[in-house]
């Protein structure tokens, strides 16, 4: 059984051999006529790595896949503008990965979805946004407790109220509320085991 990303060599073979016995295809250039250099806006991302915007290649690759996901998945009556149209947005928005990236990105998207990918879905495949933390009220005031009353509290938990206190501030206003209150707890039982010793 063939993988989709053996398939989509294969595919990519077949269609840059029929390229070159038809004379080629319009591919987008580079802004700049410099392309071997790095743009200010993508210096830092993928340096080691060389950039579709910076490669004619990579960027004919591109416009391959484009078209192979075009013609296959649902574009709700796409017409060839729509196609032109799709490869300009995709050459803007992902040239600054490599190619090699965005091809298993596509892979990935191409395991479930039925429509043609817009940027954005191949981006958040790359660059996933990181998993929302969630703070435990409980586990706050028990590690303050722990360590008011001079119990063992390992690092990483001294850590976590550290960030609890920290985060406090940056939540939605429905968790803050919820983690103001659990500092103002401790707090309160602060001063009532500090008061209560004397």
Not at 42 to 49: A, F, I, K, P, S
Not at 71 to 81: K, M, V
Not at 89 to 102: A, I, K, N
Not at 107 to 113: A, C, I, M, P, R
Request: include cysteine.
């Amino acid at each position: 059984m063939q993988t989709i990303s053996q398939a989509l060599d294969s595919r990519i073979k077949t269609l840059s051999d029929g390229l070159k016995k038809n004379g080629g295809e319009t591919i987008i250039q580079s802004p700049t006529p410099e392309a071997n250099q790095t743009s200010p806006q993508n210096e830092g991302c993928y340096e080691h790595l060389t950039q579709i915007s910076d490669s004619l290649d990579d960027r004919k690759k591109l416009n391959i896949l484009i078209k192979n996901c075009y013609n296959s998945l649902n574009t709700y009556g796409g017409s060839n503008e729509g196609l032109e149209a799709t490869i300009m947005l995709m050459q803007m928005t992902l040239g600054r990965f490599d190619y090699e990236t965005v091809r298993a990105a596509f892979g990935v998207y191409l395991q479930t979805g039925k429509d043609m990918p817009k940027p954005a879905d191949i981006i958040q495949i790359i660059e996933p946004k990181p998993e929302k933390k969630e703070w435990s009220t409980t586990a706050f005031i028990d590690i303050k407790r722990r360590i008011r009353e001079g119990q063992f509290v390992p690092k990483e938990e001294r850590q976590f109220c550290n960030d609890f206190i920290t985060n406090a501030v940056k939540q939605q206003p429905d968790s803050r509320v919820a983690m103001d209150g659990a500092i103002r707890l401790v707090e309160e039982q602060d001063k009532k085991y500090w008061i209560g010793a004397e």
